[in-house]
T-cell receptor
Framework: DAKTTQPPSMDCAEGRAANLPCNHS???????VYWYRQIHSQGPQYIIH???NNETNEMASLIITEDRKSSTLILPHATLRDTAVYYC?????????????FGKGTKLSVKP | GAGVSQSPRYKVAKRGQDVALRCDPI?????LFWYQQALGQGPEFLTY????????KSGLPSDRFFAERPEGSVSTLKIQRTQQEDSAVYLC??????FGPGTRLTVL
């Protein structure tokens, strides 16, 4: 799987949008971008994934650049409960085609 | 229950003891993954099952680690002769999108 690069930490004010960047310059054509987060003392939680189009669900939006070499996860109105480590992962989707390769992620701190 | 459950949530073992960690995946889910997460690090893959078949065990760090899923549902990760470096959180995932809360293993 392609590797990803994320900033180690970010701060965000409560109620503001949190924009978490991820670089994946060696992504292959059949690899999706996945985002997970891990709140302290819990298991990772799936957030969203996409191939090349922007995606939105009830948790977040995913913006993927046209060349697919980078993406941004957007939490539109961050709350204190969004404080977590956010992982950007690229992999082939569908079925169970291999494990997830987590990096160190971005530790997002949402402050009041 | 609707989610993945793991037991025990916390386990303290003396060095050299054997431990068994249990994962109850979401009912009907075919794939099951085990990950190890050291303090301050992201989870690292250990092994993967499709039903009862262990299709990938490339991440198991040594032959002291053994996993099974005999009936294609509940899985057990066994660590023999535990060492201090085995101290970590062990995570189970059902169909890669659903993770359990993990078992925190501390080896003294």
């Amino acid at each position: 799987d392609a590797k990803t690069t994320q900033p180690p930490s970010m701060d965000c004010a409560e109620g503001r949008a949190a924009n978490l960047p991820c670089n994946h310059s060696t992504i292959s054509g059949n690899e999706y971008v996945y985002w997970y987060r891990q709140i302290h003392s819990q298991g990772p939680q799936y957030i969203i994934h996409g191939l090349k189009n922007n995606e939105t669900n009830e948790m977040a939006s995913l913006i993927i650049t046209e060349d697919r070499k980078s993406s941004t996860l957007i939490l539109p109105h961050a709350t204190l409960r969004d404080t977590a480590v956010y992982y950007c992962i690229v992999r082939v989707a569908g079925g169970s085609q291999g494990n997830l390769i987590f990096g160190k992620g971005t530790k997002l701190s949402v402050k009041p | 229950g609707a989610g993945v459950s793991q037991s025990p949530r916390y386990k303290v073992a003396k060095r050299g003891q054997d431990v068994a960690l249990r994962c109850d995946p979401i009912s009907g889910h075919v794939s099951l993954f085990w990950y190890q997460q050291a303090l301050g690090q992201g989870p690292e893959f250990l092994t993967y099952f499709q039903n009862e078949a262990q299709l990938d065990k490339s991440g198991l760090p040594s032959d002291r680690f053994f996993a099974e899923r005999p009936e294609g549902s509940v899985s057990t990760l066994k660590i023999q002769r535990t060492q201090q470096e085995d101290s970590a959180v062990y995570l189970c995932a059902s169909s890669e999108q659903f993770f359990g809360p993990g078992t925190r293993l501390t080896v003294l």
